[in-house]
């Protein structure tokens, strides 16, 4: 299989981003690696024209900007999340049930339960300590080894098991951690792994926030390579794709990429995209580079594009009927532009006439996903970006096969596929 150079970066990026958290953190570090100043939202900010800079929230969501030399009128932006749907540990996780230390968990977001059973899991998140002087301070945590598993009950004991038996998540789920366990046993590994990864020794954990993750890694798959499996996909596929756009660019026109946590759980939140993060930033920017006023500011951002990406269902050869006939997106054949005519996406005819634009104009090929009549549609961070900020807005995504799921699917060949119409969205001259 021939080596390719962004699809190395995104399977590494995947394996070490775990989290929302050490997603946003492993893209900060590229942005600074690029040349991008971190600003401090608790500071005053002096920005340069022609500078580029990001900002994070929560530590979990980041905006990275690319400021013009010339004066700031307009904004390619580009949207996605950090999130995905998951197990995260419960502040009283530890109980106990047949000689076992069980974690108790609670899911996050509208996950695919049966995928998480027989995988070899590993820890990690966010951990909260306090040091013996009493300052406190929050560390990355990625336990980096199969640490607990939730097996499944054999056949033989659940005869109706392959015939759509419901899951309960509060009372089959607890993954197995510790033989012979006790609840100060999560407390002492905690620490115990606070020092290996961070040296941080005699420190007490205050709180945290941790999720089990998939130790198997994200890989190439088919004969050929041609797909990607990997948990999280959805949507960090997006995040990556992205800052590979901004980072590409020619960094002459004003562009924006954010990354909003809490998409899965609706958004609502301060680094979510209903929160006031995009738009304190904008405001921010535009007082410094552009026309403070409320009318400059409306200005601005009626003058900008928005594309969310988040990724499509792609046509699955095993279910064909979940699929409208005329609106099955393939992996491999081009970005989807998604389509709702109850605005679940934000896309309209004008936004999506400029991204069929860039599509050939970036000589690749595009597809249109609507859903069944019949059927429900998930939604974006797009509406909720556009109701927030009135910024026109369309919602694209690569295709990709079992979405929320542990592991999930996507064609090896769509990355380079959105990479390129996004770099070409970011160096565009005249926006529509």
């Known amino acids: 299989m021939p080596q390719d150079a962004p699809l190395e970066r995104l399977l590494d990026f995947l394996r070490r981003s775990p989290t929302p958290w050490h997603a946003t953190a492993n893209m900060a570090e590229r942005l600074e690696a690029a040349g991008f100043r971190r600003l401090d939202e608790t500071q005053a900010w002096q920005l340069t024209p022609g500078e580029r800079v990001y900002v994070t929230r929560n530590d979990s ?46 899911v996050y977001g509208g996950a695919l339960l049966a995928p998480w059973y027989d995988r070899d899991l590993g820890l990690a998140g966010r951990v909260h300590v306090r040091h013996p002087d009493g300052r406190l301070e929050g560390v990355l945590l990625n336990v980096d080894r199969a640490v607990a598993i939730i097996p499944s009950l054999a056949i033989h004991l659940d005869r109706e098991a392959n015939s759509g038996r419901a899951i309960n998540a509060q009372t089959q789920m607890a993954p197995v951690f510790l033989q012979g366990g006790e609840s100060a046993d999560l407390d002492r590994l905690l620490r115990s792994w606070l020092s290996a990864e961070h040296g941080l020794d005699g420190v007490e954990i205050v709180d945290f926030e941790l999720g089990f993750h998939d130790m198997q890694p994200p890989a190439r798959v088919g004969v050929e390579g041609e797909l990607i499996a990997s948990g999280r996909l959805d949507n960090l596929l997006s ?31 301060a680094c979510g995209a209903q929160g ?21 500011v409306i200005r601005l951002i009626q003058a900008s594009r928005m594309i969310s990406c988040d990724n499509a269902h792609a046509l699955h050869p095993n279910f064909l009927d979940k699929h409208d006939a005329a609106h099955g997106p393939a992996l491999n054949e081009g970005p989807v532009i998604k389509v709702n005519a109850n605005q679940r996406y934000a896309t309209n005819s004008a936004t999506a006439a400029l991204f069929r634009a860039l599509c050939q104009e970036a000589e690749v090929p595009v597809q249109t996903f609507v859903t069944r ?3 429900g549609c998930g939604s974006t961070i797009g509406p909720i970006t556009a109701t927030e900020l009135g910024v026109p807005t369309l919602d ?14 996507a064609g090896a060949r769509d990355v380079a596929h959105l990479t390129r119409v996004l770099t070409a969205f970011v160096d565009r001259r005249e926006l529509p």
């Open 61 to 106: 969501s980041i905006i990275a900007l690319q400021l013009p030399s010339e004066p700031l009128s307009a904004l390619r932006m580009i949207g996605a999340h950090t999130d995905s749907p998951g197990l995260r540990l419960k502040p009283h996780a530890p109980q106990t049930s047949a000689g076992w230390l069980q974690l108790g968990v609670e």
């Open 239 to 269: 995040c990556f794709i992205g800052l590979e756009a901004l980072l590409d660019s020619d960094g002459t026109q004003g562009a924006v990429l954010v990354a909003n946590d809490h998409e899965e759980v609706g958004s609502a939140s």
């Open 276 to 296: 006031p993060f995009l738009g304190d930033v904008l405001r921010r920017v535009n007082a410094q580079l552009g026309d403070a006023s409320e009318e400059g």
């Open 373 to 375: 009549a019949d059927m």
């Open 396 to 409: 694209v995504g690569v295709p990709q096969w079992a979405m929320h799921s542990i592991r999930e699917t």
